[in-house]
């Protein structure tokens, strides 16, 4: 069955991927911007993100959730992601986020994280990132799916055409290396996005 999406941040390197792979697989797809589109998106909605509405996101399958900011915007992060939640409270439309490494486990009892070891002059947006994972935990009205990438997140570089799908906890290949290509993790998304078994309300991470 074909798919229609809507990708929030669709111009960013990310985005821009996910809309490729999805379109590449006969999806129908929106790309959600602030400026002029840039995309392989079929559609464009020229949009702020925290200017959408339920109405501008009715019908889509899911929504794909891009956005980026820079550090002296971290807080962005959970507003951004509050504001999507409550557009689509109680919609059939699954909503699905980028994420950040930082969140991740470093511990079995889940309190100690990866973010936690990092420099503070780079803490700021992990750190906001794992509030607003926090604060979407919490949201049983909204049908969300949370992917963090590994920790070496390459823009960059060799495209592999495989991935690990992992869990809450930070986790390396055999040789130690937390590491996925933006190229791997945009196919892991629509992977999700085409999943017969979703994983509704959960945060899961991608590595090779």
Same mark, same amino acid.
């Given at each position: ?32 911007v602030r400026h002029g589109n840039s995309t392989l998106a079929q559609h464009a909605m020229v949009r702020d993100l925290f200017d959408l509405t339920d109405a501008d ?41 980028i994420g950040g490494a930082g969140s991740l486990y470093t511990d079995k009892a889940h309190v100690a994280k ?5 420099? +503070?002059?780079?803490? $700021? ?11 979407? %935990?919490? !949201?049983?009205? =909204? @049908? ?39 190229? +791997?993790?945009?196919? $892991? ?11 509704? %309300?959960? !945060?899961?991470? =991608? @590595?090779?």
């Amino acid at each position: 069955m074909s798919r229609k999406i809507a990708v929030v941040g669709a111009n960013g390197k990310e985005g821009r991927l996910i809309v490729t792979e999805a379109v590449k697989r006969g999806m129908d797809v929106t790309a959600v911007v602030r400026h002029g589109n840039s995309t392989l998106a079929q559609h464009a909605m020229v949009r702020d993100l925290f200017d959408l509405t339920d109405a501008d996101l009715q019908g889509f399958d899911a929504v794909v959730d891009a956005f980026g900011t820079t550090p002296d915007k971290a807080d962005e992060h959970i507003s951004s992601l509050r504001h999507l939640c409550d557009v689509l409270s109680g919609s059939r439309t699954r909503l699905l986020v980028i994420g950040g490494a930082g969140s991740l486990y470093t511990d079995k009892a889940h309190v100690a994280k990866l973010s936690d070891e990092f420099p +503070d002059d780079i803490k $700021a947006i992990p750190v906001a990132m794992g509030h607003a994972l926090d604060a979407l %935990r919490k !949201r049983g009205d =909204v @049908r969300w799916t949370y992917l963090s990438p590994a920790a070496d997140f390459r823009a960059t570089g060799e495209t592999k055409g495989r991935y690990v799908l992992a869990g809450e906890e930070y986790s390396t290949d055999s040789d130690g290396v937390s590491a996925i290509s933006y190229a +791997d993790f945009a196919t $892991a998304m629509v992977d999700e996005i085409e999943s017969d078994r979703p994983h509704e %309300r959960e !945060r899961i991470s =991608v @590595r090779w």
